[in-house]
């Protein structure tokens, strides 16, 4: 269910469509650590052919990027309290994580659209004091081609356009 506060601001963003702010909401929710998936919506919105193919790619890579830096936000929020009984994370499990992240580097969150991995993948570069930017940028852009490919396999503008120069 989706607060108020976070429904009246979806539709500042969006006014007048419901499904432009749906999909912002669904992509957003579905980036953070709540089990949610956006693609389903994407793709129904794609097939009516009510919106601009491309501004929903937008939106739907907006707000999934936006929920990631809310992980980020949490990660680099929450490590301080890394030596409490409480925090959810081991300090073996938070040094593995280190580890992993070390050997594979900031590029690995050009994977953060991955179910399982990205939602962690995120809490965890920000925990790891990542630059912002530089998180935005390969978030952003593993998400946004994620989206791209699923807006090209189910509209046809979009496809020509994506998959066309392939063939030729």
């Not at 693609?39 to 601009?52: P, S, T």
């Not at 890579?61 to 081991?90: E, H, K, Y």
Request: glycine share 8%.
């Amino acid at each position: 269910m989706i607060s108020g506060t976070l429904w009246r601001a979806m539709t500042a963003l969006f006014p007048l469509d419901a499904a432009l702010a749906g999909l912002f909401a669904s992509a957003f929710i579905a980036a953070t650590l709540f089990p949610a998936s956006s693609e389903a919506l994407l793709a129904a919105l794609l097939l009516q052919d009510a919106h601009n193919p491309w501004l929903l790619w937008g939106v739907a890579t907006l707000g999934n990027g936006l929920g990631s830096v809310v992980n980020w936000m949490l990660g680099a929020w929450l490590i301080r309290f890394a030596d409490r009984r409480w925090f959810p994370v081991s300090p073996q499990a938070l040094a593995r994580a280190q580890e992993r992240f070390a050997r594979y580097g900031v590029w690995s969150l050009l994977f953060a659209w991955v179910p399982l991995i990205g939602d962690p993948l995120t809490v965890a570069a920000g925990a790891l004091r990542v630059r912002l930017w530089l998180f935005c940028v390969l978030v952003f852009f593993g998400k946004g081609a994620r989206y791209a490919i699923i807006a090209g396999l189910f509209h046809p503008d979009v496809s020509s356009g994506l998959f066309g120069a392939f063939w030729y």
